[in-house]
């Protein structure tokens, strides 16, 4: 009978090892060897010494610990961006969610977890050696092939029909290369309201996809994050944040689906001097590109009030006035140019 599985092994430095328990088998690691056998009859929360006399705390891992450790194809979203993927996207119980870029997995099981047995998830994965790392990972990670998941190799935009019926869907998952290619597809899938959630890996990316979907007109306004983590020392009266920490690993855009023939709202925010100008090749949600700023040869399309009154921005002057908001002088008394006595 195979031993029950998998555990994570922790020594007293922190250092673990995800073990998949066997018949016969035995975990090797600096110090000593360990049985799979004892690793099995220790449980959950329970401690196995190796060959060498090293203890190690062994506990039934997180799916977040399973996923920075599991075997992959494509690079893996991180627990930390899964997190806020699905609570942006306010995945639930009984939803149905495609998703487009499968890659190892990890996002797909998440997603599993969240909708439950009654709802659905449908995957596309372009690329069949990345396919079959996520079935290998979902069934690892799922304890099994979960009958509500449906993988389908090949284009988001050339199965999509396939996968579920027009307006039925309640949210669009994308992780890939150029998320702006599958906007029509994802736009066909969702219902109104429904959410989309992109995963991003560079900024070219998140400029390129947030105007490409405001000029689609079937979305609204985008809204782009990134999450860091950072773990804390904590030992009596010793609190400080960790030397390291898990910082950038991708930038999330959601935004929603609009019902059919409603026009979005118009951004009532100015364009930054130079954000359409000569250097900016992607497209333009705003309108012609010769109307775009200044810097390419015409007046904002807007007109030139701001939001805030008919005279726009306040330009040079400070936006309190055109004088330093504390004055000329040094706040402690002395002007600036002058050495205190």
Same mark, same amino acid.
């Given at each position: 009978?195979?031993?029950?599985?998998?555990?994570?092994?922790?020594?007293?430095?922190?250092?673990?090892?995800?073990?998949?328990?066997?018949?016969?088998?035995?975990?090797?690691?600096?110090?000593?060897?360990?049985?799979?056998?004892?690793?099995?009859?220790? +449980?959950?929360?329970?401690?196995?010494?190796?060959?060498?006399?090293?203890?190690?705390? @062994?506990?039934?891992?997180?799916?977040?610990?399973?996923?920075?450790?599991?075997?992959?194809?494509?690079?893996?979203?991180?627990?930390?961006?899964?997190? @806020?993927?699905?609570?942006?996207?306010?995945?639930?119980?009984?939803?149905? @969610?495609?998703?487009?870029?499968?890659?190892?997995?990890?996002?797909?099981? *998440?997603?599993?977890?969240?909708? +439950?047995?009654?709802?659905?998830?449908?995957?596309?994965?372009?690329?069949?050696?990345?396919?079959?790392?996520?079935?290998?990972?979902?069934?690892?990670?799922?304890?099994?092939?979960?009958?509500?998941?449906?993988?389908?190799?090949?284009?988001?935009?050339?199965?999509?029909?396939?996968? *579920?019926?027009?307006?039925?869907?309640?949210?669009?998952?994308?992780?890939?290369?150029?998320?702006?290619?599958?906007?029509?597809?994802?736009?066909?899938?969702?219902?109104?309201?429904?959410?989309?959630?992109?995963?991003?890996?560079?900024?070219?990316?998140?400029?390129?996809?947030?105007?490409?979907?405001?000029?689609?007109?079937?979305?609204?306004?985008?809204?782009?994050?990134?999450?860091?983590?950072?773990?804390?020392?904590?030992?009596?009266?010793?609190?400080?944040?960790?030397?390291?920490?898990?910082?950038?690993?991708?930038?999330?855009?959601?935004?929603?689906?609009?019902?059919?023939? @409603?026009?979005?709202?118009?951004?009532?925010?100015?364009?930054?001097?130079?954000?359409?100008?000569?250097?900016?090749?992607?497209?333009?949600?705003?309108?012609?590109?010769?109307?775009?700023?200044?810097?390419?040869?015409?007046?904002?399309?807007?007109?030139?009030?701001?939001?805030?009154?008919?005279?726009?921005?306040?330009?040079?002057?400070?936006?309190?006035?055109?004088?330093?908001?504390?004055?000329?002088?040094?706040?402690?008394?002395?002007?600036?140019?002058?050495?205190?006595?």
């Amino acid at each position: 009978m195979t031993p029950p599985g998998p555990f994570l092994l922790t020594d007293e430095r922190g250092r673990s090892h995800l073990v998949a328990p066997t018949v016969d088998g035995t975990l090797h690691t600096r110090h000593g060897w360990i049985s799979h056998t004892d690793i099995a009859a220790a +449980g959950d929360g329970g401690v196995v010494h190796s060959s060498l006399g090293m203890a190690y705390l @062994v506990t039934t891992p997180t799916m977040a610990e399973q996923i920075v450790r599991m075997p992959r194809g494509a690079a893996v979203i991180y627990p930390k961006d899964i997190a @806020v993927m699905l609570m942006t996207a306010d995945i639930t119980n009984g939803n149905t @969610v495609v998703e487009a870029g499968a890659g190892s997995g990890a996002l797909t099981a *998440a997603l599993l977890r969240a909708v +439950g047995p009654s709802g659905r998830v449908l995957s596309a994965e372009l690329r069949p050696e990345f396919a079959a790392v996520a079935r290998r990972n979902v069934a690892r990670l799922c304890g099994g092939v979960p009958a509500n998941w449906v993988l389908t190799e090949g284009d988001l935009r050339e199965v999509a029909a396939g996968l *579920a019926p027009t307006g039925s869907v309640d949210a669009v998952a994308l992780d890939m290369l150029a998320p702006w290619e599958c906007l029509p597809a994802a736009a066909d899938l969702l219902r109104a309201g429904g959410h989309l959630v992109v995963y991003l890996a560079t900024t070219t990316q998140v400029s390129r996809l947030a105007e490409t979907l405001r000029l689609t007109g079937h979305f609204t306004e985008p809204r782009v994050s990134e999450t860091l983590e950072r773990g804390w020392h904590v030992v009596g009266l010793a609190v400080r944040p960790e030397h390291r920490m898990v910082g950038h690993t991708g930038f999330i855009l959601h935004c929603r689906r609009l019902a059919p023939g @409603v026009v979005p709202p118009p951004r009532r925010a100015r364009p930054a001097k130079g954000a359409y100008g000569p250097d900016y090749q992607g497209p333009r949600a705003l309108g012609d590109p010769a109307t775009q700023t200044g810097e390419a040869g015409g007046a904002d399309p807007r007109g030139s009030a701001g939001p805030l009154g008919d005279a726009g921005p306040p330009g040079d002057a400070n936006p309190l006035g055109d004088a330093n908001p504390l004055g000329d002088a040094n706040p402690l008394g002395a002007p600036y140019s002058e050495e205190r006595s």
